[in-house]
Structure formats: structure tokens, C-alpha cells
């Protein structure tokens, strides 16, 4: 088992970056693909990036590739998120996930480990 728990998200202009930090608990941390997901008010929890435990493959959303880039500190058990040129529309909740899927899972229901989200506020 591994605890998840997510933190730097901010209201930030439109253009602008944030990065989003995701410390991690637990022996399995180092050989579970971990990701991130994000979900705005009325829609679904949608897959933004996941990184392999092995070779550290990365693979991502199509409305945040060239943008977002998602890394691991297996010494330290942190994930992060680094965001470039934020868009209204990455507005939403972002949420830290743990998976023991082999490669890089992208279905929520692929992930056995989740944190409790940090807001991502973006503006016009």
C-alpha cells in the first residue's frame, strides 16, 4: 500500500506554470507506475500523465503534451508535475495515483492508490 497526498496547487494567470508535488508513503512506491489525473466541477476525472517504475517512460494526455511534464524522485518518494503555459481549461482538482499495472496505465480503475486532490485555478 501507498499513501499519496498532493500539494502546490494555486490560482495562477493563463500562460503562467505551476508545479505540483505528490509525496508518496509506503515500500511500494518505487515499483508502482504513478500518475496524475485531474477533474473539473460536472465532468469526469480525466488522465493527464503517468511515469513507468522501471524505466521511468513517461506518456501523456494529448491536451497537455509539449505543456506538462511528469517526474519521480524514487530517493526522496515525490512525483511531480511541472505545468507550462496554463489554460483556462486545466482548471480542476489534480490527484496524485499509484498503479501496479505493468507500463504506463492511463484507467482510473488501473490505480490502487489515490491522494485527496489539490485545486488547480487558472484565469483568463
Known amino acids: 500500500q501507498v499513501q499519496l497526498v498532493e500539494s502546490g496547487g494555486a490560482l495562477v494567470q493563463a500562460g503562467g506554470s505551476l508545479r505540483l508535488s505528490c509525496r508518496a508513503s509506503?515500500?511500494?512506491?518505487?515499483?508502482?507506475?504513478m500518475a496524475w489525473f485531474r477533474q473539473s466541477p460536472g465532468k469526469e476525472r480525466d488522465f493527464v500523465a503517468v511515469i513507468s517504475a522501471g524505466s521511468g517512460s513517461t506518456y501523456y494526455a494529448d491536451s497537455v503534451k509539449g505543456r506538462f511534464t511528469i517526474s519521480r524522485d524514487n530517493t526522496q518518494n515525490m512525483v511531480y508535475l511541472q505545468m507550462k503555459t496554463l489554460k483556462p481549461e486545466d482548471t480542476a482538482v489534480y490527484y496524485c495515483a499509484g498503479s501496479r499495472r505493468v507500463g504506463n496505465p492511463t484507467s482510473q480503475g488501473d490505480f490502487h492508490s489515490w491522494g485527496q486532490g489539490t485545486q488547480v485555478t487558472v484565469s483568463s
Open positions: 509506503g515500500r511500494t512506491f518505487s515499483t508502482s507506475s
